[in-house]
């Protein structure tokens, strides 16, 4: 029907369209996949099994998640030593420390390890130890080659196949709330969501056709410039590789961590991320030549040890490994053996690609190892370059409390929907992070084929070639996309014409470029506030350790009114491997206190490292680096305007065991995001903005800022203990004027109990140290107003000045001044349900509390049980009015008449019914306090530490004016992309060997460039067949069009009868009948 209707269309079109309609027979449509394979059935169940291809499909699209969790071996410990020994060695050192323990009582033995690193030196042992007492465990550590004792941990990986359900569109403005799985959700995702970042979004466009990651990202420009990947070495740590995957042409090696006796992938997660990174046919890798080193680190019960992670880490090592791709992930950046042995897999010029975790789109999310210096951290974008709503996001929180987190992600890639190979064969769609890392470590291992020297590529060369050239996406901010999107090209064009040096990241500091330097950009720096902290990242490419140089030297420009700002800069001493970080602190100077403007300047910073050929003179090699600083400078604002957080009390995983503030998210078991108002009160930071209030952080004790300057001071989910000379000074600056708004959470010692957990650090079973908050210490701050909460434990849904809230799991007030105003409501008691699992509805729970100090001229103090409201991790129903009534009544003295005349007023209670709460007995709170130390008995307040002390740079005044735009693509020194132009591309395929019978049937060969075996000529002469078939299909058809048009039509024989039946049969006219005259 298509050939009739083109008759009579020209003969340009009718050409186009045989020759497309041809091709569409012959070749199949590029990552095109069945009607049915898009769509999703949501009742579907996730099924822990592996998914094989259906049937006549050439891609399943499926949406894997991966539930990480861990718990410690008992009786089981890592001994670290300090350098490589053999196993005789390591047995006699062991021996000679546990004989110093003169334990009779202990009990050992070392645990065999059966695996390809058994036979080479180690620097650990895994050894058995009973009754294993402190004291034994001490002694082990004293002796002079063992470095640290560590309890074995074992992994749990839950893999669960879904069809990908059509996402939700999040333009729209709600709160979120956690769906992380009690097993530490760290690589994948349960749904599949995108963060829009302004774009038009047409989804079911994008699932229709799945796309090809590689040539999207233009893998197939250097596959015909002759790069394939040859020569390189790429680890895949996952769960295996089957032998004979036709998916596969250059697997050099397969080795088995585990205690199971195969080699293959039973799960099918292994096989999906070797197929990014190298598969050579269907859904291609972006290296089809480098060398595949499959280690399968996780059994088919989804089970791994650290132990095993540590030899598998170190064959590496032995191996010399190139590239490693780890699609693992957790919280504890604080497990110092799995810590320590990346360094050391760096240090050795193994570049490490990890993926940042899937706990998005909240903030300060990152996992471990992607959020270190020394690896490339890789976030997850769809295809249309929207960040992925799965894709963690930063800052780091490793520098908290007293610091500031770094610029993570390094860089964002497609992990949404991306094809890979199949257990067996065909291909699938996942998406997740894990499915962003090895597109990455792909890319990464075709880069490093592509440069001439090898010597050149090096963990921190490569990430600066990455982050250099990545392409940033509008309307995303630096916590979100990092340096921006892959961009492999430009990635290669600077790699290629690279000369060792050191760069930053970020490269500059713009405090008014909106939104990319969010949350700098999110608030003005004035006189008298906190000092604005960026925690830079310095990345040597020269050499796995360097220095820096004398000190910073800071250069303001003088045109700028860069005198204006004052600035400290604080640095790593050893920038080891490959890396360090820069601290800048910005300050405004007292001249500009009433000023508002611009203020420019920089800081230069140069960095040395041993020359490896000692030819360069002293034997080392130096690069000097600038980071432009650009702040906006505004007059000090009013006291009632400035609120203080209070950063410094709050605690969270790791290392302590803190839970979770919602009792009710038993899939989220600890409190581990830092607790800042940049992570996961994020949203409140930003509401307090919108409503003009200036918020500065306290990452120091309360007695180190000056109360007169700010009008509240904030402390919310408070775990820290408190100096008694802060209780002291809080008092009189509240009596002088300053205000104080709490909100607490549960604190209840049988439910502490109740959900007692393992420490790893500690190798015992431990209740957790506090509650949601810190009760007994909030007690102790607020005592002296005759305030005091409860360890009572509550939630319900209630209606409060005509808006709907949620309590969940919150303390109650036990004790208020009774000239103060106390709003109660009707809750259910939680704690009973948790204890004995029963429901009772208790009357009249006081949960708020306003109070006007007596004192001439002091402050007001604000109470609230709960601050789930406006915590973004389990908020159900954020509670931010609450919070700006409060904000209104402390800096204002204006009590919201909705609350003081409300219906849910009562009397403040005494305290005398119950008990106040108390402390758990035998808490190890001392062992993470900053403020507590050990002691006989009960733990003491340590010596109240000095307060912070910053020197400020002496600046060297530049009379030059500063450059207008800090933002432009990242140019390494001595490189000009200008001049660093592709050569021409050459005709070239790399080789597709054919399939042999019984193999996976179509071949996908978009744009006809496919990685692997085939001969050459063969594949060059695919088009020209094509053509000729089209052509003579074209030709046949204008040969019939011309001699329909040049004959006169005839009645033929054959047609004869039936016209004279059909004139027999009509009783009307025949032109009646046919419509036609049959004479003509």
């Known amino acids: ?126 050894v058995h130890i009973r009754q294993a007492s402190p004291g034994s465990l001490l002694t082990l550590e004293d002796h002079p080659y063992i470095k640290r004792v560590t309890p074995q941990r074992k992994v749990f990986r839950m893999l669960k196949y879904s069809p990908s359900p059509e996402p939700t569109p999040s333009n ?25 970042t302004g774009r038009h979004s047409s989804r079911r466009l994008l699932r229709a056709i799945p796309r090809h990651v590689a040539q999207i990202l233009q893998a197939d420009v250097l596959w015909q410039m002759g790069h394939t990947g040859a020569g390189v070495k790429v680890a895949v740590f996952d769960t295996g ?27 099918g997660h292994g096989t999906f991320v070797a197929g990014v990174i190298a598969s050579m046919r269907e859904c291609q890798g972006f290296a089809p030549d480098s060398e595949l080193h499959i280690f399968r680190v996780f059994t088919n019960n989804q089970v791994s040890y650290t132990s095993w992670f540590l030899d598998a880490f170190n064959y590496a090592i032995l191996k010399k490994i190139d590239v490693l791709n780890l699609s693992i992930g957790g919280p504890d950046f604080m497990d110092h053996p799995f810590v320590d042995k990346v360094w050391e897999l760096t240090a050795n010029r193994v570049i490490m690609v990890s993926a940042i975790g899937n706990d998005g789109p909240l903030y300060g999310t990152l996992n471990n190892p992607a959020d270190q210096m020394d690896v490339i951290g890789v976030g997850g974008i769809d295809f249309e370059d929207n960040i992925a709503r799965f894709s963690s996001r930063g800052m780091t929180t490793w520098e908290l409390p007293g610091g500031y987190g770094r610029l993570k992600p390094d860089i964002v890639t497609y992990g949404s929907g991306v094809r890979g190979s199949g257990m067996k064969e ?27 020297n090898r010597e050149l590529v090096n963990p921190a060369s490569m990430k600066q070639a ?24 430009r990635a290669y064009q600077i790699l290629n014409s690279y000369k060792p040096q050191a760069s930053l990241s970020p490269s500059y500091i713009d405090l008014t470029e909106s939104p990319y330097m969010w949350p700098y950009c999110s608030q003005p720096i004035y006189y008298g506030g906190m000092p604005t902290i960026v925690n830079v990242t310095i990345l040597n490419g020269m050499g796995v350790t360097g220095r820096i140089v004398d000190k910073p030297i800071w250069q303001p420009y003088l045109p700028q009114n860069g005198d204006h700002i004052d600035v400290a800069v604080s640095y790593s001493p050893v920038l080891w491997p490959w890396a360090g970080y820069l601290a800048v602190s910005i300050s405004v100077a007292k001249k500009a206190a009433s000023w508002e403007g611009i203020a420019q300047g920089h800081v230069m910073v140069t960095v040395a490292s041993p020359a490896e050929n000692h030819s360069e003179s002293g034997g080392e090699m130096t690069s000097t680096v600038k980071l432009p600083i650009k702040v906006k400078i505004v007059p000090t604002p009013p006291r009632s305007k400035r609120v203080l957080w209070d950063q410094y009390h709050n605690l969270r995983y790791p290392p302590g065991y803190f839970p979770r503030d919602n009792l009710r998210m038993k899939n989220d078991p600890l409190d581990w995001n830092g607790d800042h108002i940049h992570t996961n009160f994020k949203d409140m930071y930003q509401h307090l903005r919108s409503m003009g209030y200036f918020v500065e952080v306290l990452g120091a004790p309360i007695t180190c800022f000056d109360a007169s300057q700010y009008g509240t001071l904030l402390m919310v989910d408070s775990e820290e203990e408190y100096f008694p000379e802060e209780i002291t000074k809080l008092r009189r600056d509240i009596d002088n004027g300053l205000s104080l708004i709490v909100f607490s959470d549960w604190y209840n010692t049988s439910v502490m109990r ?92 006081p949960i708020l509390g306003l109070y006007q100090t007596p004192s001439d001229g002091g402050g007001r103090i604000a109470l609230y049980g709960d601050s789930n409201c406006i915590d973004d ?69 340590r010596p109240l530490p000095a307060c912070p002390h910053l020197s400020w740079a002496k600046p060297q005044p530049l009379n030059e004016t500063a450059p207008s735009n800090l933002w432009k693509h990242q140019k390494l020194l001595s490189v000009d992309l200008d001049k660093v132009a592709l050569p021409n591309v050459r005709a070239y395929r790399p080789q597709v060997r ?37 052509m003579v299909v074209l030709s046949f058809f204008v040969v019939q069009l011309t001699k329909a048009k040049s004959k006169p039509k005839r009645r033929k024989p054959r047609i004869k009868r039936p016209t004279y039946l059909q004139q027999q049969t009509t009783t009307t006219t025949a032109t009646a009948t046919t419509g036609k005259n049959p004479a003509v």
Not at 178 to 193: A, E
Not at 241 to 267: A, C, I, M, Q, Y
Not at 432 to 448: D, K, M, R
Request: proline share 7%; charged share 20%; hydrophobic share 35%.
């Open 1 to 126: 029907m298509v050939c009739t209707t083109s008759l009579n269309m020209l003969l340009l079109p009718v050409w186009g369209s045989m020759l497309l309609g041809l091709l569409s027979c012959f070749l199949p449509v590029v990552g095109m996949e069945p009607m049915g394979g898009a769509t999703s059935d949501s009742d579907h169940t996730p099924n822990t099994e592996p998914l094989p291809s259906p049937p006549g499909s050439n891609c399943s699209e499926l949406t894997v998640k991966l539930e990480f969790s861990t718990r410690v071996v008992e009786h089981e410990y890592i001994i670290g030593f300090t350098g490589y020994f053999s196993a005789k060695a390591r047995s006699l050192y062991i021996r000679s420390a546990l004989r110093n323990a003169a334990d009779e009582a202990l009990e050992w033995h070392i645990v065999p390890r059966e695996n390809p690193a058994s036979n080479f030196p180690s620097d650990f042992e895994l």
């Open 172 to 196: 729209a403005t709600r709160s979120w709330q956690s769906s992380r799985p009690f097993r530490r959700t760290s690589l994948s995702l349960s749904t599949s969501f995108w963060h829009a």
């Open 241 to 267: 590789l089957s032998e004979k995957h036709p998916h596969f042409k250059n697997v050099k090696e397969r080795t088995n961590w585990t205690n199971e006796k195969t080699l293959d992938d039973g799960l």
């Open 426 to 452: 065909g291909c699938r769609s996942l998406s997740g992070t894990s499915v962003a890392s090895p597109v990455v470590a792909g890319a990464v291992t075709l880069l490093a084929s592509t440069v001439q």
């Open 466 to 489: 990455l982050i250099a050239s990545a392409r940033r996406l509008p309307g995303v901010n630096m916590f979100e996309q990092g340096h921006g999107k892959l961009d492999l090209i």
């Open 754 to 845: 109740k959900v007692k957990f393992y420490d790893e650090n500690t190798r015992q079973w431990w209740m957790p140290d506090t509650g949601g908050a810190n009760v007994p210490a909030l007690n102790d701050l607020i005592s002296v107003w005759g305030m005091a909460f409860s360890d009572g434990l509550y939630e319900g849904d209630f209606t409060l000045a005509d808006h709907d809230m949620y309590y969940a799991s919150g303390c109650s007030i036990a004790r208020f001044p009774e000239d103060g105003i106390v709003i109660a409501k009707n809750l259910k008691d939680q704690g009973l349900e948790v204890l004995k699992q029963e429901t009772a509805v208790v009357e009249g729970v």
């Open 873 to 941: 991790s389990h908020r159900q129903k954020d509670c931010f009015w609450l919070l700006d009534a409060l904000l209104q009544y402390t800096s204002y003295s204006m009590t919201p008449p909705s609350l003081s005349h409300s219906h849910s007023r009562v009397t403040p209670p005494t305290g005398t019914e119950h008990p106040l709460p108390q402390r758990l007995e035998g808490n190890h709170l001392y062992r993470y306090s900053k403020v507590l130390e050990a002691h006989l008995g009960d733990p003491k307040p």
């Open 994 to 1030: 054919p399939l042999s019978p019984g193999e996976s049937g179509a071949w996908d060969i978009p744009g006809g460039i496919m990685p692997g075996r085939y001969n050459q000529e063969v594949g060059q002469t695919i088009p020209v067949f094509a053509f000729l078939g089209a």
